[in-house]
């Protein structure tokens, strides 16, 4: 399934399903309420130097992504947009112009591919993401309890589960997804076989790359 740097638009079926999936590092503009937190315990752990590196890597990281996107002719009329951490919950819209409107590179992009027909579709389950909104407060609060790591993958393993199932609820035939997705999920075991998967620049952290 798994299949690099390749003209995406040169299928042998022309009602085959197609998913374009960049791993992504999130911004701190992303993080809401624990933007000051996790700034704060990245200077207390590694130094304000090392924060300054961070946010110039996931700049470039995104200065990539943007050219990426930009070279590929997507086929604005049949894209359909998925973003991490975007419920569906109906007002998705809202919430990717609220976050642009915050500084998000991200959702900047997802606005700039919506303007061009790409159509931006809820990805997450709200339920869980409340869930892994009280599991990122309890890691930080309590950085050393296994049990806190463990809860966070098994988490972790029934977002990527939810958000498979979403993309093959409602990505149709002859159709391109484009998805936006942190480094460490992996939906590859989850979704349907039909879709063909393409990573335009590199595999998620936990995704053998043969």
């Known amino acids: 399934m798994k299949i690099m740097q390749e003209n995406i638009f040169d299928r042998t079926e022309a009602k085959q399903r197609v998913l374009i999936y960049y791993p992504i590092v999130h911004t701190l503009e992303e993080l809401g309420q624990l933007k000051e937190v996790v700034s704060q315990v990245t200077i207390t752990q590694s130094g304000q130097k090392a924060l300054e590196r961070k946010s110039a890597a996931i700049t470039r990281m995104w ?28 007002k998705e819209k809202e919430i990717v ?8 590179v991200n959702h900047q992009l997802l606005l700039t591919l919506m303007a061009k027909g790409g159509l931006l579709t809820g990805t997450e389950s709200p339920q869980l993401l409340v869930k892994e909104y009280d599991v ?33 609820q409602t990505l149709n035939a002859g159709e391109t997804g484009l998805i936006f997705l942190g480094i460490l999920h992996n939906l590859e075991n989850y979704l349907n076989q039909d879709i063909h998967l393409i990573y335009p620049l590199h595999h998620p952290a936990e995704t053998p790359s043969s």
């Open 136 to 168: 990122i407060k309890n890691q930080m609060n309590h950085p050393f309890e296994s049990s806190a790591e463990h809860s966070g993958r098994a988490l972790l393993k029934q977002r990527d589960q939810f958000i498979a199932h979403r993309i093959d």
């Open 97 to 104: 112009r609220d976050l642009a409107d915050q500084g998000s």
């Open 63 to 90: 200065e990539n992504i943007e050219k990426s996107i930009h070279d590929m002719s997507l086929p604005y009329e049949t894209l359909r947009l998925y973003q991490d951490s975007l419920a569906t919950c109906g």
